[in-house]
């Protein structure tokens, strides 16, 4: 990957900052999902896993927070130009676009749940038709072709 402009990374840094919106926000919509790992850590007391999260988690991401915006910056001036960046930050400071960066928690939730529910509704369809490919090439269970 080519090192994007630093002026072009400025305007994307700007743009991805409006796109998070407000830090505090953005940081304490990630709460919930956190207690979710502690708990995979093995913190199973939903109380013990949020204290983690406020003591822990949550200051540790709030002090790392410039170097995601830097690392999505640097993403974004790779794959968008100047123009479209300003667009993009434009649209971010209308009050629509101030409407989904603070819409953004739910709608990715609704987006997980829609994009489990389809996976869940063609699985069994892609599986039998996975099955009549396996064999339609040879294949065995264990990835090996059979011998002729």
């Given at each position: 990957?080519?090192?994007p402009?630093?002026?072009?990374?400025k305007?994307?840094?700007?743009?991805?900052s409006q796109?998070?919106?407000?830090?505090?926000?953005?940081?304490s919509?990630?709460?919930?999902?956190?207690?979710?790992?502690?708990?995979?850590l093995?913190?199973?007391?939903?109380?013990?896993?949020?204290?983690?999260?406020?003591?822990?988690?949550l200051?540790?991401?709030?002090?790392?927070?410039?170097?995601l915006l830097?690392?999505?910056?640097?993403?974004?001036?790779?794959?968008?130009?100047k123009?479209?960046l300003?667009?993009?930050?434009?649209?971010y400071?209308?009050?629509a676009?101030?409407?989904?960066?603070?819409?953004?928690?739910?709608?990715?939730?609704?987006q997980?749940?829609?994009?489990?529910?389809?996976?869940?509704?063609?699985m069994?369809?892609?599986q039998g038709?996975?099955?009549?490919?396996?064999?339609?090439?040879?294949?065995?269970?264990?990835?090996?072709t059979?011998?002729?």
């Amino acid at each position: 990957m080519t090192t994007p402009d630093p002026a072009l990374v400025k305007v994307a840094r700007e743009t991805v900052s409006q796109m998070q919106g407000d830090r505090t926000a953005t940081l304490s919509a990630m709460a919930g999902p956190m207690v979710g790992m502690m708990q995979q850590l093995g913190i199973k007391e939903p109380d013990k896993a949020q204290v983690l999260v406020q003591e822990v988690v949550l200051p540790t991401l709030t002090a790392h927070y410039d170097e995601l915006l830097d690392m999505q910056a640097r993403g974004f001036a790779t794959v968008l130009g100047k123009d479209d960046l300003q667009a993009i930050a434009a649209f971010y400071a209308t009050p629509a676009g101030k409407r989904l960066v603070a819409a953004q928690p739910q709608l990715a939730q609704v987006q997980l749940t829609g994009m489990q529910q389809w996976m869940q509704s063609v699985m069994p369809e892609m599986q039998g038709k996975i099955v009549k490919a396996v064999q339609a090439h040879g294949w065995t269970q264990g990835g090996q072709t059979k011998p002729h």
